[in-house]
């Protein structure tokens, strides 16, 4: 079984300062990691995902995420970040075998002017 | 816009009732699932169909049902309501069967409240 930890529940921050949302997660086999956006009365929208390959993995609107296999993490990072990026943020994580996403529980992103 | 659809947005029932929500996925995806959002569990994975048959189970309670239809649109029934039941159910489609292979695109959502 798998599990994912975001560990932080909210982020807040200025406008154009860098940030990093943290997702750890566990599992005992191989796995796909994911990070989906969900903006305000919105579904999810994937973000980027690491299947394998390069553990920099580059996704949309200027995020990336680096895949870390001995700390069990995938980090999303931005250099800076806009208003509109405020938004509720989800790690995920799939066994390479399975049928079933696990979702974290979400990290609320808010970006101040 | 995803291409997702579904229908209704809002649904407001009582406990112990029977409600039925429905999801048109985009053109060309073989592939629907449902998910639960609510702010106890959060996002939980629920069922997924692949053309018509059942791929894949999550945390679906007995009283919920999913079926999909020859023209790939889905429904996901919720029998005998209780108030814990009231949460944010989306729909999700993509072309094929594979969890990381393939991009799952998200519907609006439905939100259901129940009194």
């Known amino acids: 079984a798998q599990s994912v930890t975001q560990l932080d529940s909210q982020v807040p921050v200025f406008e154009e300062a860098p940030v990093e949302l943290r997702c750890n997660y566990s599992?005992?086999?191989?796995?796909?990691l994911f990070w989906y956006v969900q903006y305000p009365n919105q579904g999810l929208q994937l973000l980027l995902k690491?299947?394998?390959?390069?553990?920099l993995v580059k996704g949309i609107n200027g995020f990336e995420a680096e895949f870390n296999k001995s700390q069990t993490s995938f980090h999303l990072r931005k250099p800076s970040v806009h208003i509109s990026d405020t938004a509720e943020y989800f790690c995920?994580?799939?066994?390479?075998?399975?049928?079933?996403?696990?979702f974290g529980a979400g990290t609320r992103l808010f970006v101040k002017a | 816009d995803s291409g997702v659809t579904q229908t209704p947005k809002h649904l407001i029932t009582a406990t112990g009732q029977r409600v039925t929500l429905r999801c048109s996925p985009r053109?060309?995806?073989?592939?629907v699932y449902w998910y639960q959002q609510s702010l106890d569990q959060g996002l939980q994975f629920l069922i997924q169909?692949?053309?018509?048959?059942?791929?894949a189970k999550g945390n679906i309670l007995e009283r919920f049902s999913a079926q999909q239809f020859p023209d790939l649109h889905s429904e996901l029934n919720l029998s005998s309501l209780e108030l814990g039941d009231s949460a944010l159910y989306f729909c999700?489609?993509?072309?094929?069967?594979?969890?990381?292979?393939?991009?799952?695109?998200f519907g609006p959502g439905t939100r259901l409240t129940v009194l």
């Open positions: 999700a489609s993509s072309v094929g069967t594979g969890w990381g292979t393939d991009t799952q695109y």
């Open positions: 599992s005992s086999v191989s796995v796909y």
């Open positions: 690491y299947l394998s390959g390069s553990t």
């Open positions: 995920a994580v799939t066994d390479t075998g399975g049928f079933k996403t696990i």
């Open positions: 053109s060309g995806d073989l592939s």
């Open positions: 169909y692949y053309n018509g048959e059942e791929r």
